[in-house]
């Protein structure tokens, strides 16, 4: 279908947004016809002084064409419900062969950063036809992740992880721009994201200057910031080693249960009384206010590193 005001559609997910689009444009739009073609018969029809017949209703229109047409309305709607919120749903949860990719914005720019640790300001490169999975935190205020061609807006929060995902379907340059009012130069606060052929896409990447990724430097951090004294393999402290942690559901002191994503890792940097594991005592300290948000995402990409073997390999298997 066309692209909505000639937008061009870049991704599976416009192509969804676009269809849902057009079909409540089709449908409202008919809806609107019909109801004001019938006001203005019926104006006229019955106007005062037109000899149309006033008496009831006939046969046809009983209990039972009631009942008719307010079910096919009903059905219709909950139709309607069903695919845009799983249109919806699909948006939520990315591909898990999607590449992943770390997005900081701050006033007024937005740093990216790909898996092997290059960098990039006002700009993204990524392949096409390949799950890319974005996590992203603010350094000061709500920002929003927009690409209109993508059809994703995401607001971007300080201290705290969101993530979206989306697969290009063309290449291209698509413009990226803040969506949330967030200062003086909001209105600049714009990047381009750039979707190459999957070959120049590898080409590009092993072009641009060497950055330690960001596991890497997770690990560093690990050990300098002395989170190894108690959370490595090795250590007599009783904490939680992390080792197969991420992605697995967690049982609290306090009997809830939470998944280990990358919100529970850094609220567990920052916040750590917040969440105790069950069978731990409450002795780490917070780290908030030492580590910038930089390093909680590499700290989080280390932890998410020490997935276990297993689980690592069926990663791998499905990248196949
Ligand atoms: Cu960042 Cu508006």
Excluded at 225 to 238: I, K, M, T
Aim: net charge neutral; aromatic share 10%; proline share 4%.
């Amino acid at each position: 279908m066309n692209a909505i005001f000639s937008l061009p559609e870049a991704t599976t997910h416009a192509v969804r947004v676009d269809q849902i689009f057009y079909g409540l444009l089709i449908l409202s739009g008919s809806t609107m016809l019909l109801v004001f073609a019938l006001v203005i018969s019926f104006a006229a029809r019955y106007r005062r002084g037109s000899n149309a017949k006033r008496g009831p209703l006939p046969e046809f229109f009983k209990r039972e064409f009631e009942i008719g047409w307010t079910s096919a309305t009903l059905f219709l709607f909950g139709f309607l419900f069903w695919w845009a919120s799983s249109a919806d749903i699909k948006g939520i949860a990315a591909p898990a062969n999607a590449l992943e990719m770390h997005v900081v914005a701050k006033q007024w720019m937005w740093k990216t950063q790909h898996s092997n640790g290059a960098r990039e300001i006002n700009a993204l490169h990524v392949p096409v036809d390949q799950p890319v999975r974005l996590v992203m935190t603010s350094q000061d205020a709500i920002h929003s992740f927009f690409v209109p061609a993508f059809r994703v807006k995401q607001d971007v929060l300080p201290g705290q992880d969101t993530s979206i995902w989306f697969q290009a379907t063309r290449t291209g340059v698509f413009p990226l721009l803040c969506a949330e009012y967030c200062g003086t130069n909001h209105s600049a606060m714009r990047g381009r994201i750039v979707v190459m052929r999957q070959e120049d896409y590898a080409n590009w990447l092993t072009r641009q200057p060497e950055g330690d990724d960001l596991a890497h430097v997770g690990a560093k951090l690990f050990v300098a910031q002395g989170c190894s004294g108690c959370h490595a393999e090795h250590s007599s402290v009783h904490a939680p080693k992390l080792t197969g942690l991420y992605g697995r559901t967690v049982q609290l002191s306090d009997g809830r249960q939470v998944k280990a994503d990358d919100q529970y890792i850094r609220d567990s940097i920052l916040q750590p009384k917040r969440d105790i594991v069950a069978g731990y005592e409450p002795i780490m300290p917070s780290f908030s206010g030492l580590l910038d948000d930089g390093e909680i995402q590499s700290l989080t990409a280390y932890v998410r590193s020490l997935r276990s073997e297993k689980a690592g390999a069926a990663t791998e298997q499905q990248n196949d």
